[in-house]
């Protein structure tokens, strides 16, 4: 089985202490960091915009995949560029055009994100998937880390690999949401290839070890 790509989430981490979070990522053998935007109006939730964005880019040493959970992202596919997102991924329930936001997003020279909530089956994406890098899988109902894994993904997840098997797209499949080492190795099994851990890391007692178990799977 493949090794899957580790994206922490840095909204389970310590906001007193992001540098050290940040330097603890960089060491460790995760791949990504995982930046989870919310604006209290697509989600329940808002967590922190483009400041603490701009702090966390100085320390990090690796790949910014950010989450936006926000209405009409493209009001900010520019600034998220200027912020270094490597990939920049929207909801597919929050945007109207899907297909020109992602034009917008490449245009800028970012790769290609987009996230299904829980209730919104793969097959909407059916024909897109040439202008996607990553589909976000929501495992919980975005807002909030810490909820537990919704079990249907599983099949979810392997409806997408046949649908980019077929397509011979070269589209990654990442999973968000209540990931611990219990669901991790099942999940990467069904063809996921990028695991988002947030609470399952920063809440362990040696988050480095964490990552590196989770690598490992
Ligand atoms: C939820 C966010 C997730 C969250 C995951 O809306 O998109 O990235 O941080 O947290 P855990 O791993 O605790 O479920
Ligand atoms: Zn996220």
Redesign the pocket.
Known sequence: MKNPIIAP?L??ADFGNLQRDCEMVNASAADWF?I?I?DGVF?PNISFGMPVLKAIQKHAKKPLDV?L?IVDPDRYTETFASLGAEILTVHYEACTHLHRSLQNIRANGMKTGVALNPHTPVGVLEDLLPEIDLVCL?S?N??????SFIERTYSKVKQLKQMIVEQKTQTKIEI????TSANAAQLVAAGADAL?????VFGSDDPKATIEALKKI
């Open positions: 989430s909204l389970a995982h989870d919310m989600v989450h959970m929501m919980v975005p807002g909030f880390g810490g909820q968000d949401g209540g990931v988002v851990a947030g609470s399952f």
